[in-house]
Protein backbone atom coordinates (compact mmCIF):
# COMPACT_ATOMS: atom_id res chain seq x y z
CA UNK A 1 0.00 0.00 0.00
CA UNK A 2 2.93 2.58 0.76
CA UNK A 3 3.95 2.58 -2.90
CA UNK A 4 0.51 3.09 -4.12
CA UNK A 5 0.35 5.98 -1.57
CA UNK A 6 2.95 7.63 -2.78
CA UNK A 7 1.93 7.92 -5.88
CA UNK A 8 -1.50 8.91 -4.44
CA UNK A 9 0.37 11.82 -2.26
CA UNK A 10 2.28 12.15 -5.97
CA UNK A 11 -0.87 13.28 -8.04
CA UNK A 12 -2.16 15.43 -4.87
CA UNK A 13 1.58 17.43 -4.88
CA UNK A 14 1.39 18.17 -9.00
CA UNK A 15 1.12 21.36 -10.16
CA UNK A 16 -1.46 20.37 -12.72
CA UNK A 17 -3.16 17.19 -10.51
CA UNK A 18 -5.68 16.46 -12.91
CA UNK A 19 -3.48 16.90 -15.91
CA UNK A 20 -0.33 14.61 -14.38
CA UNK A 21 0.69 11.32 -15.30
CA UNK A 22 -0.06 9.51 -12.70
CA UNK A 23 -3.60 10.69 -12.37
CA UNK A 24 -3.94 9.74 -16.08
CA UNK A 25 -2.55 6.32 -15.48
CA UNK A 26 -4.71 5.73 -12.05
CA UNK A 27 -7.78 6.64 -14.42
CA UNK A 28 -6.59 4.17 -17.29
CA UNK A 29 -6.04 1.57 -14.48
CA UNK A 30 -9.75 2.36 -13.41
CA UNK A 31 -11.12 2.46 -16.42
CA UNK A 32 -9.95 -0.72 -17.51
CA UNK A 33 -10.48 -2.47 -13.97
CA UNK A 34 -14.07 -1.08 -12.95
CA UNK A 35 -12.68 -2.44 -9.54
CA UNK A 36 -13.89 0.34 -6.70
CA UNK A 37 -10.93 -1.34 -4.44
CA UNK A 38 -8.10 1.02 -6.37
CA UNK A 39 -10.95 4.18 -5.94
CA UNK A 40 -11.71 2.83 -2.36
CA UNK A 41 -7.75 3.51 -1.35
CA UNK A 42 -7.29 6.45 -3.40
CA UNK A 43 -10.59 8.28 -1.98
CA UNK A 44 -9.41 7.52 1.49
CA UNK A 45 -6.25 8.60 1.07
CA UNK A 46 -7.30 11.57 -0.92
CA UNK A 47 -9.59 12.34 2.13
CA UNK A 48 -6.69 12.51 4.45
CA UNK A 49 -4.70 14.77 2.53
CA UNK A 50 -8.00 17.39 2.62
CA UNK A 51 -8.36 16.48 6.20
CA UNK A 52 -4.26 17.31 6.49
CA UNK A 53 -4.85 20.82 4.30
CA UNK A 54 -7.82 21.93 6.57
CA UNK A 55 -6.07 20.93 9.84
CA UNK A 56 -2.86 23.06 8.67
CA UNK A 57 -5.05 26.01 7.80
CA UNK A 58 -3.98 25.69 4.12
CA UNK A 59 -7.59 24.33 2.91
CA UNK A 60 -7.33 26.61 0.29
CA UNK A 61 -9.51 26.13 -3.10
CA UNK A 62 -10.24 22.14 -3.54
CA UNK A 63 -11.67 22.96 -7.57
CA UNK A 64 -8.24 19.84 -8.08
CA UNK A 65 -9.76 17.82 -6.06
CA UNK A 66 -13.31 17.79 -7.68
CA UNK A 67 -12.14 17.14 -10.98
CA UNK A 68 -10.20 14.05 -9.49
CA UNK A 69 -13.55 13.20 -8.75
CA UNK A 70 -14.67 13.79 -12.04
CA UNK A 71 -12.33 12.56 -14.09
CA UNK A 72 -12.37 9.01 -11.93
CA UNK A 73 -16.00 8.89 -12.31
CA UNK A 74 -15.72 9.62 -16.16
CA UNK A 75 -13.31 6.37 -15.66
CA UNK A 76 -15.87 4.23 -14.25
CA UNK A 77 -19.20 5.43 -12.38
CA UNK A 78 -20.18 2.34 -11.19
CA UNK A 79 -16.86 1.59 -9.67
CA UNK A 80 -17.04 5.32 -8.04
CA UNK A 81 -20.25 5.44 -6.53
CA UNK A 82 -19.43 1.42 -5.01
CA UNK A 83 -16.00 2.86 -3.95
CA UNK A 84 -17.70 5.80 -1.96
CA UNK A 85 -20.92 4.10 -0.91
CA UNK A 86 -18.57 1.49 1.03
CA UNK A 87 -16.54 3.95 2.19
CA UNK A 88 -19.41 5.58 4.06
CA UNK A 89 -20.75 1.90 4.79
CA UNK A 90 -17.56 0.53 6.61
CA UNK A 91 -17.43 3.82 8.64
CA UNK A 92 -13.81 4.73 6.94
CA UNK A 93 -15.89 8.59 5.84
CA UNK A 94 -18.34 10.44 7.70
CA UNK A 95 -20.86 12.68 5.93
CA UNK A 96 -18.07 15.59 7.43
CA UNK A 97 -15.13 14.31 6.03
CA UNK A 98 -14.24 17.11 3.09
CA UNK A 99 -13.72 14.31 0.33
CA UNK A 100 -17.45 13.82 0.80
CA UNK A 101 -18.40 17.49 0.25
CA UNK A 102 -15.84 17.04 -2.52
CA UNK A 103 -17.77 14.29 -4.67
CA UNK A 104 -20.66 15.97 -4.03
CA UNK A 105 -19.55 19.31 -6.42
CA UNK A 106 -18.06 16.53 -8.66
CA UNK A 107 -21.30 15.17 -8.70
CA UNK A 108 -23.41 18.37 -9.58
CA UNK A 109 -20.85 18.54 -12.59
CA UNK A 110 -22.28 15.43 -14.21
CA UNK A 111 -23.84 15.85 -17.33
CA UNK A 112 -28.02 14.85 -17.35
CA UNK A 113 -30.46 13.77 -19.13
CA UNK A 114 -32.78 16.43 -19.99
CA UNK A 115 -35.37 14.08 -21.90
CA UNK A 116 -35.81 11.68 -19.25
CA UNK A 117 -35.34 13.77 -15.74
CA UNK A 118 -33.13 16.73 -15.27
CA UNK A 119 -32.12 15.07 -11.86
CA UNK A 120 -31.23 11.78 -13.38
CA UNK A 121 -27.75 10.86 -13.92
CA UNK A 122 -26.51 9.19 -16.52
CA UNK A 123 -27.16 6.67 -18.27
CA UNK A 124 -29.70 5.09 -16.84
CA UNK A 125 -32.75 5.44 -18.64
CA UNK A 126 -34.17 3.85 -22.52
CA UNK A 127 -33.69 7.51 -23.98
CA UNK A 128 -30.03 7.64 -22.29
CA UNK A 129 -29.28 4.58 -23.86
CA UNK A 130 -31.15 4.80 -27.06
CA UNK A 131 -28.78 7.61 -28.37
CA UNK A 132 -31.50 10.44 -28.46
CA UNK A 133 -30.73 11.82 -25.17
CA UNK A 134 -29.77 15.53 -25.29
CA UNK A 135 -27.07 16.34 -22.66
CA UNK A 136 -26.19 18.88 -20.47
CA UNK A 137 -24.40 19.98 -17.66
CA UNK A 138 -25.48 22.01 -15.25
Sequence with gaps: MRARHDTF???FRAADP????????LCDQVAATHDPKLLHEFLAVLNRDLVQRVESG???DVAWAVKLCVGLTDASPDAMAAAL???????????????????FEAASQAPRC????????????SCCSSGSARWRRW
Design 114 to 125: SICSPTWPTPRA
Design 9 to 11: VGV
Design 58 to 60: AAG
Design 18 to 25: PGSDDFRL
Design 85 to 103: GALVNDGTLWFHDPVIAVA
